[in-house]
């Protein structure tokens, strides 16, 4: 069964950083996209970012120029770099792993950047 654990979540105040790690338990080449959502409270889950294995990455719009997604396929880890962080970008963030129509998710974790 395919696992996703991640890390790196807390309280940050606004512009400060934070880098998200997700591991996951088989060899991150065979999903064919990887990534990250996020769900703030009383909203629906969003696309933050996904990186498909053929390359490239894309952002939701909010994120671009701020976030940066990477994927270790070494190390079987997914990143997420954040800068520059708003009071909006609050929520749980989940990293995802997909293939064979089929959606894997880690546990969350929570952000929550502080004004």
């Known amino acids: 069964q395919v696992q996703l654990v991640e890390s790196g979540g807390g309280f940050v105040q606004v512009g400060g950083s934070l880098r998200l790690s997700c591991a996951v338990s088989e060899r991150s080449l065979s999903f064919s996209s990887v990534g990250w959502y996020r769900q703030a409270a009383g909203n629906q889950r969003e696309l933050v970012a996904g990186?498909?294995?053929?390359?490239?990455?894309n952002y939701i719009d909010s994120a671009k120029g701020r976030f940066t997604a990477s994927r270790d396929n070494a190390k079987n880890t997914v990143y997420l770099q954040m800068s520059s962080l708003k009071p909006e970008d609050t929520a749980v963030y989940y990293c995802?792993?997909?293939?064979?129509?089929?959606?894997?998710w880690g546990q969350g974790t929570q952000v929550t950047v502080s004004s």
């Open positions: 995802y792993a997909y293939k064979s129509r089929q959606y894997y």
């Open positions: 990186i498909p294995s053929g390359g490239g990455t």
